[in-house]
């Protein structure tokens, strides 16, 4: 907008500038044509910014899309928690499985919980109750415009759910920006700091592709920009669904394209409660990672609860690199690779191989009856 205001304030200004020698000597019909162009210039001028102004204001102002049909079921099986003056989105079913086996499922940057929704069937096969939440600015929970989030709330967050819902043992399964949340969770339960102080028990934590060591994690260049401080802000209010589609559509496989009308539920739940416009402060997790790689890399390397990573190969967040640093640091860990085309949303892009290598990692652990 400030380059467009420049541009004019130039142009005006070349156009009455002082005149020369020459110019006084121009004749009276000349010197009252010349005033006649300058005066058609600046009324073009003038009309073309107030056009630019008018469709910034749309722009800028346009409503959100209505939820889907697949959106409004997945919204009406929910509930809200009270977080302080905000609200947090969760759902909390029972399934088929043993009743005290609980799963929590913890979702990725940028999308919502119902990134879960290819393998929320399967998981009500396996659990007796599972429970997910929208993390507060993603999905349907709230999201305040100047609010300064973090890790370490989301964790509380979750925390607080799972003691509204009288949940005593629990088992973990996260992707991306859930899989820290779910560190820190760990973090906390190994070093007996969970700060809700009620008796819960981590059975298990199985993490999708994600930060998980973050020298191995490469943000893609819209995440890059929306971290950057100068252009964050301009870059977050200038956010479209083709710069979205884009964006998001480099982190899935070739072969596993978002069909047009999953791409435009996700960019819905974005949009909704105006999420659009606080990426840039959501991406501050990013730095969280560094600042805590010792906190968050380290539990895994000492923890007893049982972890299992699945991972999609074709991450390009998450490159090969990961693997490798992985095994180096935790050389007991165990890395279930999906196959060669999968990308970052594994639970999306294959939810039939993603459950597989879930249930073989709990029944190898005797955390469920085969």
């Not at 209010?237 to 964006?247: D, H, I, P, T, V």
């Not at 480099?250 to 909704?272: K, L």
């Amino acid at each position: 907008m400030m380059i467009f205001v420049n541009f004019v304030t130039l142009q005006c200004s070349l156009l009455v500038k002082k005149p020369s020698c020459n110019n006084l000597m121009l004749s009276q019909s000349s010197k009252t044509y010349i005033k006649h162009r300058i005066q058609k210039k600046m009324a073009k001028l003038y009309i073309l910014t107030t056009i630019f102004v008018i469709l910034l204001g749309v722009f800028l102002n346009y409503p959100a899309p209505e939820l889907s049909n697949n959106l409004k079921r997945w919204k009406e099986q929910g509930k809200y928690l009270n977080y302080g003056d905000n609200r947090i989105f969760y759902i909390d079913s029972q399934g088929q499985g043993m009743k005290d086996d609980v799963v929590i499922c913890l979702h990725g940057f940028p999308t919502s919980s119902y990134d879960w929704k290819e393998v929320w069937p399967r998981l009500h096969e396996t659990f007796g109750e599972v429970v997910t939440l929208d993390f507060l600015g993603f999905g349907f929970s709230d999201k305040p415009k100047s609010h300064n989030y973090s890790i370490m709330e989301q964790a509380d967050i979750a925390e607080k759910l799972l003691l509204h819902l009288n949940v005593k043992e629990v088992h973990i399964l996260a992707h991306d920006y859930g899989d820290t949340v779910a560190q820190e969770l760990l973090y906390r339960f190994d070093t007996k700091k969970l700060t809700s102080h009620h008796a819960l028990a981590i059975k298990s934590v199985c993490l999708l592709n994600g930060g998980i060591l973050p020298e191995t994690n490469f943000p893609r260049l819209g995440q890059k920009i929306l971290m950057n401080p100068w252009l964050a802000p301009v870059a977050s209010r200038l956010m479209n669904y083709a710069s979205f589609k884009r964006g998001l559509g480099e982190v899935f496989g070739s072969r596993t394209q978002p069909r047009s009308n999953e791409m435009w539920d996700y960019w819905t739940a974005v949009r909704f409660n105006d999420g659009d416009q606080i990426s840039h402060r959501l991406l501050r997790y990013v730095p969280e990672r560094f600042a805590n790689r010792d906190r968050w890399v380290g539990v895994l390397q000492t923890t007893s609860v049982p972890v299992r990573v699945i991972y999609g190969p074709a991450d390009p967040v998450n490159p090969k690199e990961f693997v490798d640093r992985y095994r180096e640091l935790i050389p007991h860990g165990i890395i279930s690779r999906l196959d060669s085309h999968i990308s970052h949303y594994p639970q999306v892009e294959d939810p039939v191989s993603t459950m597989g290598a879930y249930r073989q990692f709990l029944e190898s652990n005797h955390l469920i009856d085969p």
